[in-house]
């Protein structure tokens, strides 16, 4: 089987790794909803304890979406990044879309 990398360069394979890097970003971004959202019931917004409950959730469970946005950002910059060297698209010509306004 031919490959067509050449030594050295930086390639995932097609823009399979970036579908599967935001799919995993997406996924934790679900996990904190999912997180977040079963620790509010039963809502008792004048309980200390709930408050307590409630804000430890949310900062304990901030890593999920931070990690999400740094995959997300990586899915973004990698499928740029295919469409600038392996199809030989400037981010100029992406922009054709602002250049109906």
Sequence with gaps: MASSLKPGS???G???SARGLSLAGLVLFALYGSIVVGSLFPIQLLASAWQLKLGSALINAAPFPLIGLGLLHLASWRDSYRDVHETGAT???RLWLF???
Aim: proline share 8%; glycine share 0%.
């Design 10 to 12: 930086l390639h995932w």
């Design 14 to 16: 097609s823009s399979s």
């Design 91 to 93: 981010p100029m010509k």
């Design 99 to 101: 250049k109906l306004f």
